[in-house]
């Protein structure tokens, strides 16, 4: 873990959830990390009570999981929870990326090129975190942008479920400068209207991320 943080007298379960959510997604809470509320309690200066909810909070999000006698883990996906959430991405972000597409307007189409432009940026700079949030950011725009709120309330279920995936994903590709290549026929298509093309494309985009992962994972993984 970092060096101690002291959380501020205001919302102290939200701030707290908020740190170690971002210690989670960007990796500096390793997958698999066991937590516990004393040694969590005393890094934050905050009370235990405060912990356990902060955990609660990311349990609710699938971030952390508590097993009886053992205390918190950070998750860690396995190949499992890869297709799953592969899957659902594919469904989700196809469906985002034609809407977004069918829909798009010149306020839109800017904030999207400027999230696009970020992304390459990033992978410019080479910082793995900030690549993995750029990237996250960029989906999430497209989800947003596609104006189906219902949509939008699916995709936040799984948010920072996603974000970890994204993370994971973006890890299984050395050349991150190509990260940011690889999401242009898709942000071209959304810009240009083209519906369909911006669907297949999300589809193919997330296909290809997902198995690259899984296929690592089950290699890496212990026959049952």
């Not at 509320?37 to 999000?61: C, D, M, Y």
């Not at 994903?169 to 083209?194: M, T, W």
Request: glycine letters at 6%; charged letters at 25%.
């Amino acid at each position: 873990m970092p060096a101690t943080s002291t959380i501020s007298k205001q919302s102290f379960d939200v701030q707290t959830a908020n740190i170690l959510r971002e210690m989670i997604v960007t990796g500096s809470l390793e997958a698999g990390s066991r937590l516990t509320e004393a040694k969590l309690t005393e890094q934050f200066h905050v009370s235990r009570g405060t912990i356990r909810a902060a955990l609660q909070k990311l349990h609710n999000e699938g971030l952390v999981s508590q097993v009886p006698y053992t205390g918190w883990h950070v998750i860690a996906i396995d190949a499992q929870d890869a297709w799953e959430l592969h899957n659902l991405r594919r469904v989700l972000d196809g469906l985002a990326a034609r809407l977004t597409a069918e829909r798009i307007e010149p306020e839109g189409a800017k904030r999207l090129e400027v999230a696009y432009q970020h992304l390459c940026k990033t992978c410019e700079d080479g910082d793995p975190k900030d690549i993995a949030n750029a990237d996250f950011e960029l989906h999430k725009l497209i989800v947003l942008l596609s104006g189906h709120r219902r949509l939008q309330e699916h995709y936040k279920l799984t948010e920072q479920q996603i974000r970890v995936f994204i993370a994971s994903c973006d890890s299984e590709f050395s050349d991150y400068k190509n990260i940011g290549q690889r999401h242009a026929p898709l942000v071209q298509a959304i810009l240009a209207g083209d519906a369909d093309a911006a669907e297949r494309l999300a589809k193919e985009h997330n296909a290809t991320q997902g198995d690259a992962l899984i296929s690592s994972l089950r290699q890496t993984e212990t026959p049952k």
